[in-house]
């Protein structure tokens, strides 16, 4: 086990909801990162959180935004959901910032949007 | 636009055998190259990795074959076994030290 935990499970939500998802990461890792996974696919990079300050960006849109807490754990926070975003949503936590520190992954959110 | 190209989509191979994934990718700034492994209900998990400096790393059954000039890399998994079923992605990083996948390939090792 990585130590990384994710909730809920599971979600289905409808068209137009918002939803956040949470991450709770190992203690002492300053650092979160946070991926969409849909289906068949590789992960993509939403952003990365470090220090409670957002630390990079991947190509999604502002309606996918973030909070890290210095509890080592996070939200992910997605407005106005759409049928394409339904896939399964996973956090990385590293202890540092640099993409090679290892990043150890939770099992991720499956989320349906309906 | 697909920055790290995976291939096979899908491999099946005979328990003893030698698994072999493909990658390629175009950005010469990539300076970091990561094979995870992901099994059904599990996030990804690093398996190995290499920098562009090194033509080959090789961890127990697990070994990366680097080519800079052909902008190729590939991961093989010598005598191969059921538990190494499993999803495989190929991955590079840019300066921005974000962490690119490739789309995966699913491996099934027959007993």
């Known amino acids: 086990e990585t130590g990384v935990t994710q909730s809920p499970t599971h979600l289905i939500k409808t068209r137009g909801q918002q939803v956040t998802l949470r991450c709770s990461s190992q203690s002492g890792h300053n650092t979160v990162s946070w991926y969409q996974q849909a289906l068949g696919q590789g992960p993509q990079f939403i952003f990365q959180y470090y220090r409670e300050e957002e630390n990079g960006r991947g190509n999604f849109p502002p309606r996918f935004s973030g909070l890290q807490f210095p509890n080592y754990s996070s939200e992910l926070n997605v407005n106005a959901l759409e049928l394409d975003d339904s896939a399964l949503y996973l956090c990385?936590?590293?202890?540092?910032?640099?993409?090679?520190?290892?990043?150890?992954f939770g099992p991720g959110t499956r989320l349906t949007v309906l | 636009q697909q920055q790290v190209k995976q291939s096979p989509q899908s491999l099946i191979v005979q328990k003893g055998g030698i698994s072999i994934i493909n990658c390629a990718y175009e950005n010469t700034a990539f300076d970091y190259f990561p094979w995870y492994q992901q099994f059904p209900g599990k996030g990804p998990a690093l398996l190995i990795a290499i920098r562009p400096d090194v033509s080959e790393k090789k961890e127990g059954r697990f070994t990366i074959s680097f080519n800079k000039s052909a902008k190729q890399f590939s991961l093989h998994i010598m005598d191969s076994q059921p538990g190494d079923s499993a999803t495989y992605f190929c991955?590079?990083?840019?300066?921005?030290?974000?962490?690119?996948f490739g789309k995966g390939t699913r491996l099934h090792i027959l007993p």
């Open positions: 991955a590079a990083t840019d300066r921005d030290d974000k962490i690119i």
């Open positions: 990385a936590s590293s202890p540092g910032s640099r993409s090679t520190d290892t990043q150890y």
